[in-house]
C-alpha cells in the first residue's frame, strides 16, 4: 500500500500535478556596479534554472533572480569571490506568498462589482463571466466574442465595448494582457479598463465617442491558471514542446523578425520562442484579431509586469521606427498623468533602449504588421516580492494604472 501511495505521488511529481510549493527558494536582487559585473549576470540568466524576474539592464540598476535551494550555495559563493553587490529580497518564497495567500482571505470584498472584485486575483472562468455578465447588463454597449481557443480549450474572450451609437467602423483602441502566465496584475488592469468604461460610461463618454475598444484580458489563460493551480511563477503558454518541457513564451512567438534577438532555442527556457512564429493558438488569435482591425486600430496596449515602464517599437533592434516621437508623446503623457496622480514614476523609450533586445513580441508585431501607429507595452509596478502584488495593493495598482491608460487614450483619439 506505501508503496502504490509512493508510486502515485512520484508519478504526480514527475508529470507536474503536483503544486510548486517553492519552499527554500531565494529571491535575490543583485546590482552591476560595472561592464564586467553586467557581463557576468547576463551569462548567468543563460541558465535555465535561474529565473529571472527583472533581466540585468543599466548599470546600479538591481536584477531580480529566484533561485532553488540546490543553486543557491553556488550562487552566493559566486557573487562573494567577485564581491557583487546583493540582496535577499526573500529568504524563503513559499513563507511570502504563504502570508499573502492568508491577507486575501481576510481581505473585504467592498470594491466587489459583479461578482468582481479589485481586493483579489480572479480566476480566468470568473473573468470570462463577468464579461458576459456585462453584455448581459449592457447590450446596446457591450457585447462579448469568442476570439478564438487555448491550447487547453479555453475560451479567448474579447469584449468590445462602445457607446452604443449604433455608428460602425469607428477608430479602435485594442487592449490586451497576461500574455505572461504570472503577472497577474496585468489582467486585472484591464478588468479594472473594462469596469471604468462599462460601468462608468457616463464620466468617460469622451474615451468613447469616436472610437471603440476590443479587450482581451487574459492572452494566455493555460498558462494563467497553471499559474494558480501549480506553479505560481509560471510565465509562457502551456503547450508541450518535448518530453519533458512545456510553453513558449508567447511575447517571444509573433512573426515579426522572430527569434532574432532576445529569445531562446531551448524549450525548458523561460524565453523559449517557439517551434515556429506563431506556433501558440493564443499568438494566432491576438494576430488575427490585430490584422482584422487594419486601419481601424489606432492604438495597441499591452498589460505586463512589471517594472514602471512605458515601452515602444522597437523590441528587435536599437534603432528607432521614424515616427517614435509620436508614440513618445503618448507614453509620456501616460507617465506624466501617474506621477501627478500618486507620484509613481514611469521610464519611457523603446523595449531595446530602455530594457533589453527582444524580437518576437506583439507590440512590434501590432506596430508594423497590423499598422497600428502607437503601440506600447506598460509593465505595471512590482507587488509583494515581484510578481504577488497584496489584495490591499491591487486596487491602488490598477486605478493608478488606469489614470495612465486614460491619459494615453486621450491624446491619441484627440490626434489620431
Ligand atoms: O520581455 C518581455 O516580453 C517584456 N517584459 S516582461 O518582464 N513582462 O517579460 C517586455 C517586452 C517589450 N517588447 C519587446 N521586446 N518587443
Ligand atoms: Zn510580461
Redesign the pocket.
Known amino acids: 500500500m506505501l508503496l502504490k501511495v509512493l508510486t502515485l505521488l512520484l508519478l504526480c511529481a514527475t508529470l507536474g500535478w503536483a503544486k510548486e510549493s517553492y519552499e527554500g527558494y531565494k529571491i535575490y536582487d543583485v546590482t552591476a556596479r560595472n561592464n564586467f559585473e553586467k557581463q557576468l549576470l547576463l551569462r548567468l540568466a543563460n541558465n535555465v534554472d535561474y529565473d529571472f524576474?527583472?533581466?540585468p539592464r543599466a548599470l546600479h540598476a538591481p536584477a531580480r533572480v529566484m533561485l532553488m535551494p540546490k543553486d543557491q550555495p553556488g550562487f552566493e559563493s559566486l557573487l562573494q569571490r567577485f564581491n557583487m553587490e546583493y540582496l535577499v529580497v526573500s529568504e524563503n518564497l513559499a513563507r511570502s506568498l504563504q502570508q499573502q495567500q492568508g491577507e486575501r482571505l481576510m481581505s473585504s470584498r467592498a470594491t466587489e462589482t459583479r461578482g468582481i472584485s479589485f481586493t483579489a486575483f480572479q480566476r480566468h472562468a470568473d473573468i470570462n463571466a463577468y464579461l458576459d455578465s456585462l453584455a448581459k447588463a449592457y447590450p446596446s454597449r457591450v457585447s462579448v466574442k469568442v476570439a478564438g481557443q487555448s491550447y487547453e480549450k479555453r475560451d479567448l474572450k474579447t469584449i468590445t465595448i462602445s457607446n452604443g451609437d449604433g455608428r460602425q467602423g469607428k477608430n479602435v483602441i485594442f487592449l490586451d494582457a497576461g500574455?505572461?502566465a504570472r503577472?497577474w496584475i496585468?489582467p486585472a488592469g484591464a478588468l479594472y479598463v473594462i469596469y471604468q468604461l462599462v460601468e462608468n460610461f457616463v464620466m468617460y463618454q469622451d474615451l468613447l465617442k469616436d472610437y471603440d475598444w476590443v479587450i482581451l484580458p487574459v492572452v494566455n489563460p493555460d498558462g494563467y491558471e497553471y499559474s494558480h493551480s501549480t506553479t505560481r511563477m509560471w510565465?509562457k503558454t502551456r503547450k508541450p514542446v518535448t518530453s519533458t518541457c512545456s510553453g513558449t513564451?508567447a511575447?517571444?512567438n509573433?512573426d515579426f523578425h522572430w527569434g532574432e534577438v532576445?529569445a531562446s532555442s531551448i524549450a525548458c527556457a523561460d524565453?523559449y520562442k517557439g517551434s515556429t512564429a506563431f506556433s501558440e493558438p493564443e499568438t494566432q488569435t491576438v494576430r488575427d484579431l490585430l490584422l482584422e482591425l487594419k486601419g481601424r486600430g489606432k492604438f495597441y496596449l499591452?498589460l505586463?509586469?512589471?517594472?514602471n515602464?512605458l515601452?515602444y517599437?522597437?523590441?528587435?533592434t536599437s534603432d528607432l521606427p521614424a515616427d517614435w516621437r509620436n508614440i513618445d508623446e503618448v507614453a509620456k503623457a501616460g507617465a506624466a498623468a501617474i506621477k501627478k496622480a500618486t507620484g509613481t514614476k514611469y521610464t519611457v523609450g523603446s523595449?531595446?533602449n530602455v530594457?533589453?533586445?527582444?524580437?518576437?513580441?506583439?507590440?512590434?508585431y501590432a506596430y508594423a504588421m497590423a499598422k497600428f501607429p502607437i503601440s506600447i507595452?506598460m509593465?505595471l509596478p512590482a507587488g509583494g516580492t515581484g510578481f504577488d502584488p497584496t489584495p490591499a495593493q491591487i486596487l491602488p495598482m490598477v486605478s493608478e494604472t488606469w489614470e495612465g491608460i486614460h491619459a494615453m487614450a486621450k491624446q491619441v483619439i484627440d490626434k489620431y
Open positions: 524576474f527583472e533581466m500574455i505572461h503577472e496585468a510565465r513564451d511575447n517571444r509573433f532576445g524565453t499591452t505586463h509586469s512589471y517594472g515602464y515601452l517599437p522597437w523590441g528587435y523595449s531595446t530594457l533589453y533586445a527582444a524580437a518576437g513580441g506583439s507590440d512590434d507595452t509593465e
